[in-house]
Nanobody, 115 residues
């Protein structure tokens, strides 16, 4: 079993920044990839960014210039830095991984960007 807990969301003005954190209940070293997804109201959940155990990074094109992802295996943490936030970034952001062949999701953290 693995639990993921996101934090760091909130209300921010357009152009602002946030850092999301994902805390895992056990070592993430064995998690091949850790990812951030988001889901805006009425829309499907979409992949925002992912990072592998050996720090290969994939970031969706629509946020590539503004978001970054990192992981701290020693602290079992994954972060996503979001800069130049736009109202269209408003969504619930979820941490995700696959561990022992099973998908795990956190409960999400709300990010609201006001114009």
């Amino acid at each position: 079993q693995l639990q993921l807990v996101e934090s760091g969301g909130g209300l921010v003005q357009s152009g602002g920044s946030l850092r999301l954190s994902c805390a895992a209940s056990r070592s993430i070293f064995d998690c091949r990839s850790m990812s951030w997804y988001r889901q805006a109201a009425g829309l499907q959940r979409e992949l925002v960014a992912s990072i592998t155990f050996d720090d290969l990074i994939n970031i969706a094109g629509y946020v590539k210039a503004r978001f970054s992802i990192s992981r701290d295996n020693a602290r079992n943490m994954v972060y996503m830095h979001m800069n130049s936030l736009k109202p269209e970034d408003t969504a619930v952001y979820y941490c995700h991984t696959i561990y022992n062949g099973r998908p795990y999701w956190g409960n999400g953290t709300q990010v609201t960007v006001s114009s």
